[in-house]
Nanobody
Framework: QVQLIESGGGLVQAGDSLRLSCAAS????????VGWFRQAPGKERDFVAA????????NYADDVKGRFTISRDNVKNTVYLQMNGLKPEDTAVYYC???????????????WGQGNQVTVSS
């Protein structure tokens, strides 16, 4: 019932900023929170950040705290990931996903977008 579409990725230089968007359509009681994950080639998919629709409660991975900010616009039904001070190690495909609550495990999310490439050059 829930469809997610990511956008806003691209190629940037180290130290630059980028904002990813996740547009959601459809409704489900199992989609009360949205999380961002990223995966580099040959590596496991890692948790980045998450937010709840109602309360705006957030959670961040340690390596992005202070650099990334997750937010949501309930009118537009869109979640954003503002990424500042990008580093080459941030290069990955970024996915947004929906779950009943905020989880840090990707296996707990019920709906996934197709992904959006972010490349940071040094």
């Amino acid at each position: 019932q829930v469809q997610l579409i990511e956008s806003g990725g691209g190629l940037v230089q180290a130290g630059d900023s980028l904002r990813l968007s996740c547009a959601a359509s459809g409704r489900s009681n199992s989609a009360n929170a949205v999380g961002w994950f990223r995966q580099a080639p040959g590596k496991e998919r890692d948790f980045v950040a998450a937010i709840t629709w109602l309360g705006g409660t957030t959670n961040y991975a340690d390596d992005v705290k202070g650099r990334f900010t997750i937010s949501r616009d309930n009118v537009k039904n869109t979640v954003y990931l503002q990424m500042n001070g990008l580093k080459p190690e941030d290069t990955a495909v970024y996915y947004c996903a929906a779950a009943a609550l905020i989880y840090r495990l990707g296996s707990s999310y019920n709906y996934w977008g197709q992904g959006n490439q972010v490349t940071v050059s040094s």
